[in-house]
């Protein structure tokens, strides 16, 4: 093998990193959206039939396919939590509040993952918030668990 055999693959290796910060990376790999959500839909049943590892790693690939999807953030947090990795946890979470800070999810996945790490005040300051904007978007059972862990904090 020559210099020059192995420039295109290096080139290519560069391309797929680029691709990764562009968004492009699913386009690079031959996939299209309904890959992903079939992806997605194999999380969802991995995290659902207590296989928290799978969830966790495909949630962390549709996190790195498309960084913009704050559903494959949530389910990142929640698979994180469920496979005891609460700062993996907190970190999609915080993505979440900080692409939409009115989505009490992420407030209350941050909140949750807080808690395993033991950060109460700053649990008890994001179920505040996520008790907030779950009252304001009607989402009730959320509301309701909110306000369960809320006093179990007081």
């Known amino acids: 093998m020559t210099l020059m055999d192995a420039l295109p693959a290096a080139l290519e290796a560069r391309s797929a990193f680029e691709d990764a910060f562009s968004g492009e990376l699913p386009k690079t790999l031959g996939l299209d959206d309904q890959d992903l959500v079939a992806i997605a839909k194999m999380a969802k049943k991995a995290l659902g039939d207590g296989d928290t590892a799978l969830a966790f790693r495909a949630y962390a690939l549709l996190v790195l396919l498309d960084t913009q999807n704050v ?10 939590l469920a496979a005891n990795t609460p700062s993996a946890a907190l970190q999609a979470a915080s993505a979440v509040v900080a692409s939409t800070p009115d989505n009490p999810q992420g407030y209350y996945w941050s909140a949750r993952a807080c808690l395993e790490l033991g950060l109460m005040a700053e649990a008890k300051e994001d179920l505040e918030d996520a008790a907030s904007f779950a009252k304001q978007a009607r ?16």
């Open 71 to 80: 559903s494959y953030q949530l389910g990142l947090a929640e698979s994180a």
């Open 139 to 154: 989402m009730g059972t959320l509301f309701a668990e909110c306000q369960a862990l809320l006093d179990n904090l007081q």
